[in-house]
């Protein structure tokens, strides 16, 4: 998938994990799990790659990152919300039924 060319190898084409590509790793693991698109990894990677002067674009491309997990954080707490709400009425209409039953 082109996420790995940082990664040194061996004459036996055994991968060398320094403590740089170690961080990497993670950071890569990190943007795939807050649901970046591979595409945009590996742009970011390309940019790292390239040096300093990508600075600027690799701070966009993290910010929004950033906002896209924030959106998704906010419309997850108004789902929970509604099933937390959802919840309480049901627990309501249970114990009114039981209380009903036992009259």
């Known amino acids: ?13 055994h991968r060398h994990f320094s403590e740089d590509d170690i961080g990497m ?39 929004q990152q950033k906002e896209d997990i924030e959106a998704r954080i906010a419309q997850d707490q108004a789902y929970l919300a509604k099933v937390a709400d959802k919840i309480d009425i049901y627990q309501k209409a249970v114990a009114a039924a039981t209380t009903q039953k036992h009259n």
Do not use: H, V, Y
């Not at 790793?25 to 698109?37: A, D, Q, R, V």
């Not at 970011?44 to 690799?58: H, K, N, Q, V, Y």
């Open 25 to 63: 790793l993670e950071l890569i693991n990190c943007l795939k799990c807050t649901g970046m698109p591979l595409a945009k990894i590996r742009q970011f990677i390309e940019m790292t790659e390239a040096g300093a002067d990508t600075l600027p674009a690799r701070l966009a491309l993290i910010k």
């Open 1 to 13: 998938m082109g996420l790995l060319p940082f990664l040194a190898r061996d004459d036996n084409s």
